[in-house]
């Protein structure tokens, strides 16, 4: 399939790559499917809106950033995902200048199931994290981000 982004242009996308999102995500609650592109060779992947081209986010393995970070999906996200084995969870990243001076959204993760390819954002109750981490200080982000010879 050919899907258009603002950013990129003309993209093809396998199957396995759309995610659907039965009621959206928070703030865009029409927009109900989105490609999941991974970058080679980084954390990153962009989530682009099927239907309106201009709309897409910048996605981080939060894990990499923040090797001790962990929330418990409730059961009734579990059953609406239907999640047996596998998943998959990125954040948001709110990009600046640098990707250094960026921040990501622990607070409201995006789970995924790559089995049947559904897809919510989930906002954390009675958590500590935030919508607005500073990617440069989680405890990983400096390893991922270090040159050769630094």
């Known amino acids: 399939m050919i899907i258009e ?19 959206g995500i ?11 592109l991974p970058y080679e060779d980084s954390p990153f992947s962009m989530m682009q809106s099927l239907s309106e081209p201009s709309l897409s986010f910048l ?3 939060p894990f990499l950033f923040e090797p001790g970070y962990e929330f418990e999906l409730p059961d009734h996200d579990t059953m609406e995902l239907g999640i047996k084995e596998k998943v998959l969870v990125r954040c948001i990243v709110t990009l600046q200048a640098s990707i250094e ?3 990501i959204n622990l607070l409201a993760p995006i789970v995924m199931n790559p089995e049947n390819v559904e897809a919510k954002q989930i906002v954390l109750q009675q958590s500590g994290y935030q919508t607005r981490h500073a990617i440069k200080e989680l405890s990983a982000a400096r390893t991922l981000f270090a040159k050769d010879g630094e």
């Open 5 to 23: 982004s603002a950013s990129w242009g003309s993209i093809e996308v396998e199957d396995d790559q759309i995610f659907h999102f039965n009621r």
């Open 26 to 36: 928070p703030g865009f609650e029409e927009e109900k499917e989105f490609a999941i």
């Open 59 to 61: 996605l981080a393995d």
């Open 101 to 103: 001076e960026s921040s």
